[in-house]
């Protein structure tokens, strides 16, 4: 089962229209959305539905923000990073990392 979870590494996930405008100068991804993207992202490569995803706060919408999410699955339990690596507008590109 290591060998499909290292596969996490480097994922690319293009959260757009994901934005929410916090404020003129604060944009930001929500938790719920990130943990919905983690949700898909290892269910394809574990081939089971996690059982918990938890990210404790919404992700910044600028290049090389972090948050870092917790995933408890049938497999294992591991962290993630999600790291914004561009933001265009509404579109937010984001890797998830094993941690």
Not at 26 to 43: F, R
Not at 51 to 68: E, Q, R, Y
């Amino acid at each position: 089962m290591n060998a499909r979870i290292a596969r996490i590494i480097g994922t690319t996930v293009a959260a757009g229209g994901l934005l929410l405008g916090l404020s003129a100068c604060s944009m930001s991804v929500s938790s719920e959305d990130v943990q919905s993207e983690i949700t898909s992202m290892v269910k394809e490569q574990l081939q089971t539905d996690p059982t918990k995803v938890d990210c404790p706060s919404d992700l910044d919408a600028k290049v090389g923000a972090t948050l870092t999410c917790t995933v408890e699955s049938p497999v294992r339990n591991f962290d993630v990073v999600a790291t914004v690596t561009a933001v265009d507008g509404s579109d937010v590109k984001f890797n998830i990392n094993e941690v």
